[in-house]
């Protein structure tokens, strides 16, 4: 059936036992992927490595069986799996359609693409079991919901001009807009339990941009195995950053694993790039290029099991912190490094 977002983050919060499947999908991709993100932060757990598990919807297209197969997989550390599907589109509809006829399980999210009106996004507003939600792309009307929608789960209250300044500065891209949030977060020493306002000159204090490119940087360093450079970029980012680093670097290796779907369906690297959407900004298509050719699907995904671990233990009482982050951080930079001379 059909949600909206106010659905999809109650989910996020507590996903419920009569929901077997989240499917994001539609033009604004970015909305998709940080959604799904927020869904599989609820499974992070630094105990159990294989909380979430991804499957592409290529994989899926050729054996419809791998999905019901990690669906009624028992974790060995008695929680549940969530299962995760990156590009699925009517060609895993057998799929999709085997899970909800079988007994419950894992719960699933998928993103796709601008499903359209096709039968998978039929059969998705028919089913009681999955919650569907379609992303357009934002306008500046939608700046201030969506501005206040994210500022909320991180204790900020922005004002109308507040949200219209980070939605013009960020292009209205949700995962960036996300990423300043974080940081006003930080700057405004606010939580959700102790909400504090936004105005304009908090944002311009920290003027999206600034500092942001060493967090775009940061990310490109660590898959592309340039241990000097993320070395660099770590010191520069300053105290308090750490998860904010994990995440920046989480959503690069996420691109990442969208990208390896597509060359492990038959695609070039560079078509692959190329055909990416939201497109890739035209200077890093060289370097994306080479980190997914570097990069294989199960690297990816156990990248992105450490970054998850790395945030939940950070966040656990007595942790080191920053310099649990950096670890983590510099051991990608290094595997990356090791799988880009195997690949050369």
Request: proline share 5%; aromatic share 2%; charged share 25%.
């Amino acid at each position: 059936m059909k949600a909206d977002a106010a659905r999809i983050a109650a989910i996020s919060q507590r996903w419920p036992d009569d929901i077997r499947l989240v499917l994001l999908h539609g033009p604004d991709a970015a909305a998709s992927r940080d959604m799904a993100d927020q869904l599989a932060r609820q499974f992070a757990d630094a105990t159990n490595p294989m909380a979430v598990e991804t499957l592409s919807g290529a994989a899926l297209a050729n054996d419809p069986g791998a999905l019901a197969a990690a669906v009624g997989a028992m974790s060995m550390f008695g929680d549940r799996t969530l299962v995760r599907i990156e590009g699925l589109d009517d060609k895993g509809l057998e799929a999709i359609e085997a899970i909800l006829a079988g007994p419950p399980g894992n719960p699933v999210v998928a993103i796709g693409g601008d499903l359209k009106k096709g039968k998978l996004a039929g059969l998705a507003e028919r089913s009681p079991a999955i919650a569907s939600l379609l992303s357009y792309e934002p306008t500046l009307r939608d700046a201030l919901r969506l501005v206040g929608d994210i500022g909320a789960e991180l204790g900020l209250k922005p004002s109308r001009d507040a949200a219209t300044m980070l939605f013009e500065a960020t292009g209205g891209d949700r995962t960036i807009i996300r990423r300043e949030l974080e940081k006003l977060s930080l700057y405004c020493d606010a939580s959700p339990e102790s909400p504090k306002p936004l105005e304009v000159t908090d944002v311009a204090a920290l003027a999206p941009g600034a500092g942001d490119s060493d967090q775009f940087a940061l990310g490109g360093a660590i898959a592309g195995g340039q241990l000097a450079l993320a070395t660099d970029l770590l010191a520069r980012l300053g105290d308090g950053l750490g998860i904010v680093a994990l995440r920046a670097v989480d959503r690069r290796m996420t691109q990442l694993l969208a990208l390896r779907a597509a060359v492990d369906a038959g695609q070039s690297p560079r078509n692959a790039v190329d055909g990416a959407r939201p497109p890739i900004f035209w200077k890093e298509k060289d370097a994306m290029v080479a980190e997914v050719t570097a990069w294989t699907t199960p690297a990816l995904v156990a990248a992105l099991a450490a970054l998850l671990d790395a945030e939940r233990a950070i966040k656990s009482r007595g942790s080191l912190g920053e310099t649990m982050a950096h670890a983590t951080l510099l051991d990608l930079a290094r595997r990356a490094a090791v799988a880009r001379r195997r690949a050369a």
